[in-house]
Nanobody, 126 residues
Framework: QVKLVESGGGSVQAGGSLTLTCELS????????MGWFRQIPGKEREGVAI????????YYSDSVKGRFTISQEQVENTVHLRMNALKPDDTAMYYC???????????????????WGQGTQVTVSS
């Protein structure tokens, strides 16, 4: 059974940093795409950082580029999202997702991912 568990959310003041961690277990299909998505009530889930665990290619949304970094631990299917220079607009529920990589690039839409964690809340105060 595929399982993703996020940790590391919390409350921080604007300009601060947080690191989220996602641990994937039970994934039987080789090297998945792993991504971080975020969602606020009433809005669609947005992909913010995506990593190909096969090619190590990364994607960042324009809203987080230069501030967030997605990385992978070498041995396990564990990814981190380092978030620097946090802004109140970054406040959201953050979800980790995994999906098989079919093409050259990992999918960027939430609808393309079948496996999700429970989410971790990030709150940035001004």
């Amino acid at each position: 059974q595929v399982k993703l568990v996020e940790s590391g959310g919390g409350s921080v003041q604007a300009g601060g940093s947080l690191t989220l961690t996602c641990e994937l277990s039970g994934y039987p299909w080789g090297y998945p795409c792993m991504g971080w998505f975020r969602q606020i009530p009433g809005k669609e889930r947005e992909g913010v950082a995506i990593l190909s665990t096969h090619t190590k290619d990364t994607y960042y949304s324009d809203s987080v580029k230069g501030r967030f970094t997605i990385s992978q631990e070498q041995v396990e299917n564990t990814v981190h999202l380092r978030m620097n220079a946090l802004k109140p607009d970054d406040t959201a529920m953050y979800y980790c997702a995994a999906e098989a990589q079919i093409g050259r690039d990992c999918p960027r839409l939430a609808s393309s991912y079948d496996h999700w964690g429970q989410g971790t809340q990030v709150t940035v105060s001004s």
